[in-house]
């Protein structure tokens, strides 16, 4: 008798699995494309995550401190590993001149600031700001920021960035003015035009209301440039996000005439550097005349277009994390069966 109720059992629970519906969070998402495994290398320092007494203690090696802020299933942080690191001037360069400390953005462990104050790694990466991974903060001997790397750069220009901090060039200008004299630029050598960008006069004082602004700093003999517009801009998925912005195009080494959105009477050259534009191409994101966000590495499509969206929405002001706001994004874009691909 008890094995006849087991097996009635067994039967009713399967005939009403085949019943209820399939509701949209049951159904099967699209697939999740350029999330990559990397490994942190053991050659990156185990520390109680003290930042003052990790800089002292790169200071009594001869070396100066790399922070990296990263998280599990980062193309980027994968390409930095994988690409960058794999590379052996490279590795060697970062492993001579460099204590590197690594710090998950999620994670739970401590982390005591400079100020002495006390974090989790996933609280210090809201307090530093932490947008985009991989973010790489160089300090200096005296615990100021050297560099800070606001997501990736491909190995020539991350190698450039190296050189910049461990050869102490930041005493004497910023990374922008090296970048010009050091890094090799195979390009088209030309600044490229979309039909849509802003004409002169630029006056950007009066443009308080309604679409966002996103200005864009880049450069002659910039291949990343050339990218923007070849492959990011000029998408068919990228134009209809681009629509909703005003935008602004300047060679950041031009005395190009402007008016900044805080109304003072200035040039291209002179606002990149106030803004501190150390990369091109540069995007800078402006709602109401505020800076609330900006792309200052290499970035593929999909993560364009969600700083796009992000900034248009208007979601940055309900989720001040970006990497939660894309992780909500690329669900909602497989839920409605649409695959995600992070590197494309």
């Known amino acids: 008798m008890k094995f006849i109720l087991e097996k009635l059992f067994f039967l009713l629970l399967i005939t009403i699995t085949f019943l209820v519906p399939l509701s949209p969070a049951n159904a099967k998402k699209a697939e999740f494309k350029g999330a990559v495994k990397h490994v942190v290398p053991d050659w990156f320092k185990v520390t109680f995550l003290d930042v003052k007494d990790d800089i002292n203690e790169a200071r009594k090696n001869n070396k100066r401190l790399l922070m990296y802020f990263g998280q599990d299933g980062c193309p980027y942080c994968a390409a930095l590993f994988n690409i960058n690191f794999s590379q052996k001037h490279i590795l060697d360069y970062t492993r001579k001149h460099f204590d590197s400390v690594a710090i998950n953005m999620w994670g739970d462990r401590e982390v005591t600031a400079l100020s002495g104050k006390t974090f989790t790694e996933k609280t210090y990466a809201k307090y530093m700001q932490i947008w ?194 894309i992780s909500k994004r690329a669900d909602h874009i497989r839920e409605k069966g649409r695959a995600v691909d992070l590197w494309k």
């Not at 991989?134 to 200096?140: G, R």
């Not at 100021?144 to 220009?157: D, E, Q, S, T, W």
């Open 132 to 325: 985009f991974t991989p973010t790489i903060i160089f300090y200096n001997e005296n615990g100021k920021v050297a560099l800070r790397i606001n997501g990736y750069f491909p190995p020539h220009k991350f190698m450039a960035a190296l050189k910049f901090v461990a050869e102490k060039h930041d005493k004497k200008m910023n990374f922008a003015q090296y970048m010009a004299k050091n890094t090799p630029k195979p390009s088209s050598g030309k600044i490229h035009k979309e039909p849509y960008f802003l004409k002169p006069p630029y006056s950007f004082s009066s443009m308080k209301s309604g679409k966002p602004l996103m200005v864009l700093f880049e450069q002659k003999d910039c291949s990343p440039c050339d990218r923007l517009h070849s492959e990011i801009l000029r998408h068919e998925t990228t134009r209809p996000l681009v629509k909703k912005f005003r935008v602004a195009q300047f060679d950041m080494w031009e005395k190009t005439p402007l008016v900044s959105p805080n109304g003072k009477t200035t040039n291209a050259r002179a606002w990149a550097r106030k803004l501190n534009i150390s990369y091109a191409p540069s995007a800078v994101f402006f709602v109401n005349g505020k800076e609330v966000m900006r792309i200052e590495a290499f970035l593929k499509n999909f993560h364009f277009q969600s700083v796009l969206d992000y900034v248009q929405s208007g979601a940055y002001r309900k989720e001040p994390s970006f990497q939660r706001y």
